[in-house]
């Protein structure tokens, strides 16, 4: 390990990681003398990624402005004057050559807690701008000389073993749909994105054939073909540089590389080519997961044979998962427990399947007899074990990250006899004690949630979270992975105010997929109302309260402000609440109109959600006067009703409101502090 450690290889690595996270947090460098130990290749790395950002940054398009013309559109990117540009249109645009017309505009950042980043995720691959289509024209194919690869690759197979296949050796996720949650759910996910594992079967096969020393160089001859077929994922370039490096090794006589000082040289050559890589969840993740097994296995003392070999592969599952379990869960806030058996029964299908599959690219239905049966069971085992239990846990902070790793390094070192099991054990033992108890104290804040033109508010009460409304159906998933990203294993409470799409849509989706304590609906809602019947079909106590209404959840309490009768018209029979949160109170009016604000008497309030996404029917002068609120939250997006309206702003700003709108800002949070 020690030798490992000081390589030249090594070096080079954690220079090129530190230069490539102080291009994007400079403040970093201050670490650099942490590398005075391993010597020049530390600080090489260091100055050449730096510099290499530095010289020659991903350049910035002109934002805003309109482009017309012929281009070329291949897997959802262009290239316009020297830019590489992501393509959005709706439907998503097909590989071709097309004359289009839009204009350029910034990557989105993250929206919503558990939200996609679309900034960090371009950025990741040299892409720093969005050509928004508005018009296109097909001119013509663009030829794919993969096509007849994946051809044959599919000849000859049904179309759920097809698509396995295809996500299997290709990397090619775009058929699977559902079958890609079941192997999420398993564990099993990481077969989908092809990397060292893949490389790994297909390397391992070729050397099994009898070709002396020139099996080196025809495996070696292979991998940029398969670089070819599957695409340059993160992961596969890893891969592909780390067994490189071996081959040539062997083939010159030299001997392997050693895997740690190989990795070092693959990340450096990697963030060399593109710094912000290292934005990519893939490359963390590949880099992490081989660091695992470099780290973990070399130190296990196996039994020969095939317990040894059992034992190994669970081994090795097992250590791979307790590297890369805390980001797994703060980016999909779930991980699989039986994993790692999930990953040993997969194995030696896997081993099979990617050597033949990649024989199918060349040989085409010969073999579709041997991969058909191999890939019906790949499918089936994933179903199997995504039954099985879930972690879940919502975004990890960056202190969070700090303890779990500081806990796990003590057990690392008495693996590699560098300190005594029992002092490890304690010392592991002290970061996860304090990790508990940061974590006693529960949260106290409001999540006005980006739904586009619609509300979705999630109040966190000291322990008990209480969804109101949930935008559009299409938001729904949106808003389930906002409560996951935020730690929300049920919810305490979920109000639909209002019978509008752009109140209760999202939460259909919500009640699929949370458990709920208890709905309070609009009393406007009928019973045969979709989101009434979904509440029953899960046995969701319900109540359609009316002015007057008190509950106390958690540290917290809700009342119930209006309305007091049915006036069969939506916008006035819509639930306005008052929400004591022990340091604040919030006062939420769904799409009230001003006559209705007018016989309220919240009170004065520190919070406002304003009515009806600012429309000028509602937050009204008398409102204003009484409540004297500090914050205005609207929720809002595009919209033809131009929505908030000047006059409601105006009006807001004349009482030295501070305004927070979902438009603008993304979701907007309102911190009160923790609760005991």
Do not use: C
Not at 83 to 109: I, Q
Not at 148 to 158: I, K, Q, V
Not at 253 to 261: E, F, K, R, S, T
């Amino acid at each position: 390990m020690k030798g490992a450690l000081s390589s030249s290889g090594v070096g080079l690595g954690l220079g090129g990681l530190l230069g490539a996270l102080a291009l994007l947090y400079p403040a970093l460098l201050l670490l650099a003398p942490l590398g005075l130990r391993l010597g020049l290749p530390f600080f090489l790395g260091l100055v050449l990624v730096l510099l290499r950002g530095l010289l020659f940054p991903v350049p910035e398009p002109p934002y805003g402005l309109r482009v017309e013309g012929t281009l070329a559109v291949r897997e959802g990117f262009t290239r316009w004057e020297g830019h590489r540009l992501r393509v959005k249109h709706f439907p998503p645009l097909e590989n071709g050559v097309y004359h289009l017309r839009g204009y350029l505009a910034p990557p989105e950042p993250r929206r919503n807690p558990g939200g996609f980043d679309e900034r960090a995720w371009l950025l990741a691959q040299g892409v720093k701008g969005v050509f928004h289509v508005e018009q296109a024209k097909r001119l013509s194919a663009l030829p794919d000389p993969r096509t007849s690869f994946r051809a044959r690759l599919a000849e000859g197979l049904s179309p759920p073993a097809k698509e396995v296949l295809e996500g299997l050796v290709l990397g090619d996720k775009r058929g699977l749909e559902d079958a890609y949650l079941l192997f999420q759910k398993a564990g099993l996910a990481h077969l989908l994105a092809v990397s060292g594992l893949h490389v790994g079967f297909l390397v391992g096969a070729i050397l099994l054939l009898p070709l002396g020393r020139w099996r080196y160089l025809l495996a070696l001859a292979l991998l940029p073909l398969y670089l070819f077929l599957a695409g340059p994922s993160p992961s596969l370039v890893r891969a592909s540089l780390m067994a490189g490096l071996s081959l040539l090794g062997l083939f010159l006589g030299l001997g392997a590389a050693g895997v740690v000082q190989a990795l070092g040289l693959a990340l450096f050559l990697q963030l060399l080519l593109r710094p912000e890589a290292i934005l990519g969840l893939g490359l963390q993740l590949s880099y992490l997961a081989v660091l695992s097994l470099a780290l973990v296995l070399p130190a296990l003392r196996l039994p020969p044979g095939l317990k040894g070999y059992l034992l190994g592969g669970l081994a090795a599952s097992l250590a791979v998962q307790a590297f890369l379990a805390p980001l797994l869960l703060h980016r999909f806030h779930l991980l699989p427990l039986l994993s790692p058996l999930a990953n040993l029964l997969a194995a030696p299908l896997v081993a099979l399947l990617v050597p033949l599959g990649f024989l199918k690219l060349l040989l085409g239905g010969a073999l579709a007899w041997a991969v058909e049966p191999l890939a019906r069971g790949l499918l089936f085992l994933a179903g199997v074990a995504s039954q099985g239990p879930l972690l879940r846990l919502g975004e990890i902070s960056p202190q969070g990250f700090a303890l779990y790793y500081l806990g796990l390094l003590p057990p690392l070192l008495a693996l590699h006899d560098l300190l005594p099991w029992r002092k490890a054990l304690l010392l592991a033992s002290l970061p996860a004690l304090v990790g508990l108890t940061t974590g006693l104290p529960k949260p106290v804040d409001l999540w006005l949630l980006d739904v586009g033109q619609g509300d979705a508010l999630l109040a966190r009460m000291g322990g008990a979270e209480v969804l109101v409304d949930g935008g559009r159906p299409e938001q729904g998933e949106k808003v389930v992975r906002a409560l996951r990203a935020l730690g929300v294993e049920a919810l305490e409470v979920l109000v639909a105010t209002h019978p509008d799409a752009d109140h209760f849509g999202g939460l259909l989706r919500v009640v699929e997929e949370v458990p709920v304590g208890l709905a309070l609906l609009s009393p406007a809602f009928p019973q045969d109302h979709p989101l009434v019947q979904a509440l029953e079909a899960k046995g969701v106590p319900t109540l359609r309260p009316g002015a007057g209404t008190a509950l106390r959840v958690g540290k917290g309490r809700i009342q119930v402000l209006w309305p007091r009768h049915l006036s069969h018209d939506d916008n006035r029979d819509g639930l306005a609440l008052l929400l004591d949160l022990g340091r604040a109170k919030a006062l939420l009016l769904a799409d009230l109109p001003a006559e209705v604000e007018e016989k309220l008497a919240p009170g004065p309030v520190e919070i406002l959600k304003v009515s009806h996404h600012g429309s000028r029917t509602g937050t009204s002068e008398a409102l204003l006067a009484q409540t004297r609120p500090r914050i205005a939250l609207i929720g809002v997006g595009k919209n033809p009703f131009g929505h908030p309206h000047p006059e409601v702003l105006e009006r807001l700003q004349a009482h030295g409101v501070k305004v927070y709108r979902t438009d603008r800002m993304g979701a907007v949070r309102v911190d009160l502090g923790y609760a005991w």
